[in-house]
């Protein structure tokens, strides 16, 4: 099974959002949170904490990422395992792969016309919302 991630990332005063802006297919020019695959002899913290320096500039020093919950795809053999985390200080983000930009945690995410992940990044960051003070301390 192919096991991918995303990592939902807050500032540090929690009212907003990192997003990236897709410049490839799936997706292409909607916004979705930054992630990856998992690689071989990698464990899923691992992974993840990789993954969002390499496509942010966040280094794991600057963030504490929680492991909050998994969605199994069963018909494309595919895992997405979501991560989340606050940061701890100031940081300027930077990508190549997609554009980056921070939104509002009030922002409207169940808009497809603008998000990707058909409705899932909405309910996602509900899940966080539902309990943000014991999940992003």
Excluded at 9 to 24: A, E, F, G, P, S
Excluded at 31 to 59: H, M, P
Excluded at 60 to 78: C, F, G, K, N, P
Excluded at 89 to 96: H, K, L
Aim: with cysteine.
């Amino acid at each position: 099974m192919k096991i991918m991630n995303v990592i939902v990332v807050y500032d540090r005063t929690r009212q907003q959002i990192l997003m990236c802006l897709r410049r490839k297919d799936p997706y292409k020019g909607k916004l979705n949170f930054v992630g990856g695959k998992l690689e071989t002899g990698e464990s899923s913290e691992e992974a993840a904490y990789r993954e969002l320096q390499e496509e942010t500039g966040i280094r794991r020093e600057q963030i504490t990422l929680v492991h909050l919950m998994d969605m199994v795809y069963y018909t494309y053999d595919m895992k997405l395992e979501i991560f989340t985390g606050r940061l701890k200080e100031e940081v300027t983000v930077s990508g190549e792969e997609n554009d980056l930009l921070w939104l509002d945690a009030d922002e409207n995410f169940e808009d497809m016309n603008r998000f990707a992940g058909e409705g899932n990044i909405a309910h996602i960051i509900e899940m966080i919302r539902d309990d943000i003070d014991n999940i992003l301390k």
